[in-house]
RNA sequence: GUCCCCUUCGUCUAGCCUGGCCCAGGACACCGCCCUUUCACGGCGGCGACACCGGUUCAAAUCCGGUAGGGGACGCCA
């Protein structure tokens, strides 16, 4: 076990997001490669938004993805003595200070100085009061250094460096008396003994305060690397009306989490031209440094492609499991039908998504009651007649039970009737599965089993003869 | 507006630190061809990028400067 200690530490206001997902993936990643420590940890300092849901959201994403934690969930609600002892000591310490200001006066005058082109930075009004009433409602503040620069080597992105003058005193303490973020993190980060920071882009910004903090505190500042955003295909910043963003939908479109994961962690992150990665060798390939600098947009084709590779590449046992919600959430038992684990084998090569490989199945469990008529008019139907009926002569009295012989039946009706093997097959097709986009014959008719096949063969016949 | 960051095929990226092997490689998508009883899988091939302008150098995607574009932050949100 090394000293290696991170965290992922979302907010819950909300669902786990696929950014989220990947900043979790790559702390987890990182934990795993060194033998460190990996900790979640809810950030619910704002209680007016923090809900359970949320929480339960999160927590339900994340053991779906299999990204395990080794400490928490902690929750920063649980810990606001804490918090509140660190401001104490900042004021008693001369730095930290109370603001009378109110929030629509600060409003105000941010408006003002944005308007008039200025830097949007609180003025200060109240640092230097002599009288400090605590009977007030007032805000602490933190006495920010004014000159000098702060800088940090970010793992990721290098060194960045940040005017002291740009940034301002920040507040820590609301006025109903609860921690801000900014403060909250660096007490917990430090208390917690965190030594790397992996967290999203948005916060470069907040970096140089909160190390400002590490040093008034007196704790050790960890080091930081900040992963680039996640974009919707217009290149804005990921959101809902790109489409999904919580992971629990990609569950529920069909998506398996080593497909969503291996998507995840190609985005921003590469080993050479690598593109498939078990979890195995994503945890010992990974490597914070290799992870880029730039924002990358989200790609559902290509994580579609990740997840057919899955598909083809799982246990049918396995997918079988997977599979059920999908084929509940379409009324279909199968228990009255052909073996689950046989029907998915056919289908493993042909579905990006379990939501199509439910679709998919649909056929094998209800026998169609309409056919495709635009491919069925393709054959005349003399013909159609003369196939169905020679085809279930043929089925009926042979003993064929797996896909060789079964096809090498249907290439003896062709040579025997002399027919070509589309003339058979796709009407075949078109009366076993109602259209033409199925598995092969054989895959089909062994799945369905003979009895079936031979029903539904006759099926089609009669609706084809009444026509 | 101010500050911070980013910029290689449509998309994800390799290469950049340690200039020449790069008239830039891989993958997804797309387009052909092959395989084939459909749909797929698979195989083969094609299309397609170093944002721009200067500089340094025998040589620049790689180093330096500038421009443009994009993103982020500027909250008693996180």
Not at 123 to 140: E, F, S
Not at 210 to 232: D, N
Not at 434 to 441: N, S, V
Request: charged share 25%; with cysteine; aromatic share 8%.
């Amino acid at each position: 076990m090394s000293e290696l200690r991170v965290r992922f530490a979302p907010s819950p206001t909300g669902y786990l997001h696929v950014g989220g997902a990947r900043t979790a993936l790559f702390n987890w990643l990182l934990a795993r490669n060194k033998g460190g420590t990996f900790i979640l940890r809810i950030e619910d300092t704002d209680v007016e938004r923090s809900t359970r849901e949320s929480v339960d959201a999160i927590l339900e994403g994340m053991k779906w993805l299999g990204l395990e934690w080794d400490e928490g969930p902690f929750y920063q609600s649980d810990y606001f003595p804490l918090y509140k002892g660190y401001v104490q000591k900042l004021v008693t310490a001369g730095k930290a200070y109370r603001c009378y200001c109110g929030a629509e006066e600060l409003d105000a005058k941010r408006n003002l100085a944005m308007a008039e082109g200025r830097k949007p930075k609180y003025d200060g009004c109240c640092r230097d009061l002599v009288a400090q009433p605590d009977d007030q409602p007032h805000v602490i503040r933190f006495r920010a250094p004014q000159n000098g620069a702060t800088s940090f080597d970010d793992l990721i992105k290098g060194t960045i460096t940040f005017p002291n003058e740009e940034l301002d005193d920040l507040i820590i303490q609301r006025t109903d008396g609860t921690p801000t973020y900014n403060f909250c993190v660096v007490i917990d980060d430090a208390t917690m003994s965190i030594t790397t920071v992996i967290r999203g882009d948005d916060h470069v910004n907040n970096t140089p305060r909160q190390i400002q903090l590490y040093e008034a505190l007196g704790f050790p500042v960890p080091q930081f690397a900040h992963v680039p955003m996640i974009l919707g295909a217009d290149k804005a910043r990921l959101s809902k009306r790109h489409g999904a963003t919580s992971v629990i939908a990609y569950r529920d479109m069909g998506y398996l989490p080593e497909a969503l994961l291996n998507y995840l962690v190609r985005l921003g992150w590469s080993n050479g031209d690598d593109e498939i990665f078990s979890l195995e060798e994503m945890i010992q390939k990974f490597d914070i440094n290799n992870v880029g600098r730039s924002a990358s947009v989200f790609n559902t084709e290509k994580l579609n492609w990740l997840n057919a590779h899955y598909i083809k590449n799982s246990d049918p046992e396995g997918l079988a499991d997977l599979l059920k919600p999908h084929l509940i959430a379409r009324d279909l038992s199968t228990h009255n039908g052909p073996d689950l684990v046989a029907v998915i084998k056919t289908l493993q090569e042909r579905s990006q998504t379990l939501e199509e490989m439910a679709d998919r199945a649909l056929f094998y469990y209800k026998a169609p009651t309409v056919y495709d008529e635009a491919a069925l008019a393709k054959f005349d139907k003399e013909l159609l007649l003369a196939v169905f009926a020679a085809v279930m002569e043929k089925l009926s009295s042979s003993s064929a039970s797996d896909v060789a012989a079964i096809d090498a039946l249907f290439k003896e009706v062709c040579s025997e009737a002399g027919w070509k093997m589309g003339q058979v097959g796709q009407p075949v097709r078109i009366a076993l599965s109602g259209g033409t986009q199925a598995p092969g014959i054989g895959e089909i008719v062994v799945t369905l089993g003979v009895a079936e096949t031979v029903r539904r063969i006759g099926a089609a016949r009669d609706f084809v003869a009444g026509r």
